[in-house]
């Protein structure tokens, strides 16, 4: 239902943009939610997008070097990753929910994002 891309090999210091789509969901009228898990770990959130006005929120793990967006034209919401660490290894997942729900029901199969020199 959601489809992840952009996941990559990049060295420590470097930036990936992750795309989240879908071909069945509008995705502006959802909040949308960006996840990773690294092997071996519980899955973290990462920080998420509002849906009524974009507001976003993030982990102090990635607050300052993470930026989520949303382009309603192309029913895409990314994750700007900038000034990357190794601990930021992980498979990454977006997801979705409803306004009014505290659960995110719908999930993209995630993507490979591995920082190292």
């Known amino acids: 239902q959601l489809v992840e891309s952009g996941g990559g090999l990049v060295q420590p210091g470097g930036s990936l943009r992750l795309s989240c789509t879908s071909s069945?969901?509008?995705?502006?009228?959802?909040?949308i939610g960006w996840f990773r898990q690294a092997p071996g770990k519980e899955r973290e959130k990462v920080g998420c997008?509002?849906?009524?006005?974009?507001?976003?929120h993030y982990a102090d793990s990635v607050k300052g070097r993470f930026t989520i967006s949303r382009d309603n034209a192309k029913n895409t919401v990314y994750l700007q990753m900038n000034s990357l660490k190794p601990e930021d290894t992980a498979v990454y997942y977006c997801?979705?929910?409803?306004?009014?729900?505290?659960?995110?029901?719908?999930w993209g199969q995630g993507t490979q994002v591995t920082v190292s020199s």
């Open positions: 997801a979705a929910r409803e306004s009014w729900k505290v659960r995110y029901d719908y």
């Open positions: 069945g969901r509008t995705l502006d009228y959802y909040a």
């Open positions: 997008i509002s849906s009524s006005d974009d507001t976003t």
